[in-house]
């Protein structure tokens, strides 16, 4: 016994060393959004505990007191109700899910992720005219890609942001959907293809984080990390220097090779970068011959192709223009971006009255 006591032991503190590196950076971030979230969650954990902690001690208390061999307490067959017990434990509870109903329906508004940053942190507000930076984000299989537009580079698996400075993430995906999470800087938000999501953070401390999808994506999930600097104004200008020296531009041709699964990326830069290309990835018409998602939903809202749809579609002998208000039609407009086989890139989408 003696010894299996000491195994026992040992085996804990092994367990506690292993606990001893874990890493609890949502507990202790360094952006101001999430240091807004943790502080969240432990007020909804303390005003829960008000009524977990109670419980739980009043459930071994009673154990306890009205156990069998206690001759001692009062033994009641025919207690039914007490109106002042009553008071207590339904009150109680109603209090909480009322703060906790106010604290959720302040936070739900003061840390939506498309609300624009009104401050750096507590008691500093963003001072007046501050642009801020940029960042298009792409999921992509299995890797990130960041693109600058007010810089014209792109990084694969890497990005850095000035301490202090607002950044607004527009995020999207190129295949499945995944979810972009850097727990020192603020929640996470899901990246998915054919649409366009918003973050909007401020990193206040110099550090170097880690950023992953924290939605299973497939084979290379695992590995599908990247590296956050924060860093100062100077050392991200000088960051954004060395992106610009790597030379090379990432235009439609190069980002269809990127977009090709692969594990491990490592990282990479791009001094120049299409400024087109995020939006033709939101609407899944990177390729040339493929027409873009607003256009075709821009033909749909106004009738599609078929017979109700004629008049989207450039006037001709057969189909003259219509007046308004002439044989019961609206006025209405045409898009000219249709892809035929003669022309499979399509015209560039025109929007004109009838």
């Known amino acids: 016994m ?16 292993l606990l001893a590196g874990c890493n609890a950076v949502v507990m202790k971030p360094s952006g101001d959004i999430a240091v807004q979230q943790r502080d969240l969650i ?49 009150s109680a509870p109603l209090l909480i899910i009322i703060a906790l109903g106010a604290i959720t ?39 990130w890609l960041f693109i600058y537009p007010e810089y ?6 890497e990005m850095a942001a000035p301490v202090d400075r607002p950044i607004t993430f527009r995020i999207s995906a ?46 290379g999930f695992s590995h599908m990390r990247f590296k956050f600097h924060g860093v100062n104004t100077a050392d991200f200008d000088k960051w954004v220097a060395t992106a610009r020296a790597a030379g090379g531009s990432l235009d439609r041709a190069g980002y269809l090779e990127l977009e090709r699964p692969s594990e491990r990326e490592p990282v990479r830069k791009w001094a120049s970068v299409d400024p087109a290309l995020f939006e033709a990835i939101v609407n899944r018409c990177v390729e040339a011959n493929r027409m873009c998602m607003k256009d ?27 007046a308004p208000g002439v ?15 003669a ?3 399509g015209a560039a989408p025109v929007a004109q009255p009838l």
């Open 152 to 157: 014209g580079i792109a990084t694969v698996n």
């Open 2 to 17: 003696p010894l299996l006591k000491k195994l026992s032991a040992l085996l804990m503190l092994a367990a506690l060393g």
């Open 105 to 143: 329906w302040i936070s739900t508004h003061t840390l939506d992720p498309y609300r624009p940053l009104d401050r750096l942190e507590a008691n500093r507000a963003v001072p007046t005219g501050t642009k801020p930076l940029e960042v298009e984000v792409v999921a992509l299989d299995w890797k």
């Open 343 to 345: 022309d499979p890139a």
């Open 327 to 341: 044989s019961g039609r609206p006025a209405r407009t045409y898009v000219a971006s249709m892809c035929t086989a």
């Open 296 to 322: 075709m939903m821009a033909i749909d809202a106004n009738g599609g192709l078929d017979l109700p749809g004629r008049s989207n579609l450039v006037a001709s002998a057969a189909l003259p223009p219509v």
């Open 174 to 219: 190129s295949s499945v959907m995944n979810s972009f999470f850097i727990p020192a800087l603020a929640g996470q938000i899901y990246a998915m293809p054919g649409m366009e999501t918003k973050l909007h953070a401020v990193i206040n401390a110099p550090g170097e984080f880690e950023g992953f999808s924290a939605n299973y994506s497939g084979a």
């Open 42 to 90: 432990l007020i909804s954990t303390g005003l829960m505990l008000l009524i977990i902690i109670p419980v739980i001690f009043l459930t071994c208390l009673f154990a306890w007191r009205y156990r069998a061999s206690n001759k001692e307490a009062a033994y009641e067959p025919d207690w039914d109700h007490s109106t002042g017990l009553e008071l207590i434990i339904w």
